[in-house]
């Protein structure tokens, strides 16, 4: 039996979870701030006791790939790679966009994601249904909260905006036409969404080596952009 240890950190919450062809077996999800290396060992310890697995019993490991939080997003993809070098075990890389997407495949609306970027900025991309999940129609983008709402103001399809940041600047998109916001429970890329997806792709062996799988960085991290900016360089 194929079981897949799903990693996800690209946001404030850190989550963890185990499945395979019966579906998820158990998921954990925290948020302790940015507190991501302190929390991720000890939730997949945990995880491993509820479900009663062994990690000697899975056969691939998956990340969420991001955008999200630098820090937070290096902790993940490090340590599913070190599962992954340890055991053997080939990889999968999911962005967090889509993972946000996928619950809510069966709405017939045009999906949008939008997710807390930091320095008054969202990471968002836009999806619609399709079968078995979700298509994304637009890559994943930087840019600011008033972008976002103008580019959605300007659309005519019906919209349903949902993820941490189309929450925390809630008060521009409540007065857009045609959007509806989703609820806070389904704001954040899941672990259980993780397994799922790469179920589906590990059955059709699209596997990725770990010295291969990278980090979805739409642009600098903010230490380097301070370094460069006390330097006097133009980033």
């Known amino acids: 039996m194929m079981l897949?240890?799903?990693?996800?950190?690209?946001?404030?919450?850190?989550?963890?979870?185990?499945?395979?062809?019966?579906?998820?077996?158990?998921?954990?999800?925290?948020?302790?701030?940015?507190?991501h290396a302190e929390t991720l060992t000890p939730a997949i310890e945990f995880l491993c006791r509820q479900t009663r697995v062994e990690l000697s019993e899975i056969s691939a490991i998956a990340v969420d790939l991001g955008p999200g939080m630098f820090t937070g997003l290096r902790v993940g993809v490090a340590a599913g790679k070190a599962l992954a070098y340890a055991r053997r075990l080939?990889?999968?890389?999911v962005t967090s966009l889509d993972l946000v997407a996928f619950p809510l495949r069966h709405s017939p609306r045009r999906i949008v994601c939008a997710l807390d970027a930091?320095?008054?900025?969202?990471?968002?991309?836009?999806?619609?249904?399709?079968?078995?999940?979700?298509?994304?129609?637009t890559e994943p983008v930087v840019?600011?909260?008033?972008?976002?709402?103008?580019?959605?103001?300007?659309?005519?399809?019906?919209?349903?905006?949902?993820?941490?940041?189309?929450?925390?600047?809630?008060?521009?998109?409540d007065s857009l036409r045609r959007v509806e916001m989703a609820d806070v429970g389904e704001a954040y890329p899941l672990a259980g969404s993780l397994v799922q997806l790469a179920h589906a792709r590990a059955l059709r062996e699209d596997w990725i080596n770990p010295a291969e799988l990278t980090p979805l960085y739409l642009r600098k991290p903010d230490a380097e952009i301070n370094w460069t900016t006390r330097d006097g360089v133009s980033s």
């Open 4 to 35: 897949i240890l799903g990693i996800t950190t690209s946001t404030s919450q850190v989550g963890c979870a185990i499945g395979g062809h019966e579906g998820v077996l158990g998921s954990v999800n925290s948020a302790r701030g940015r507190r």
């Open 143 to 173: 840019a600011s909260p008033e972008e976002l709402a103008a580019d959605l103001s300007a659309r005519a399809d019906e919209m349903l905006l949902v993820g941490d940041g189309a929450l925390r600047y809630q008060s521009l998109f």
């Open 118 to 137: 930091g320095r008054g900025e969202l990471y968002h991309a836009a999806y619609r249904r399709s079968p078995g999940g979700v298509e994304r129609l």
């Open 90 to 93: 080939p990889m999968i890389g």
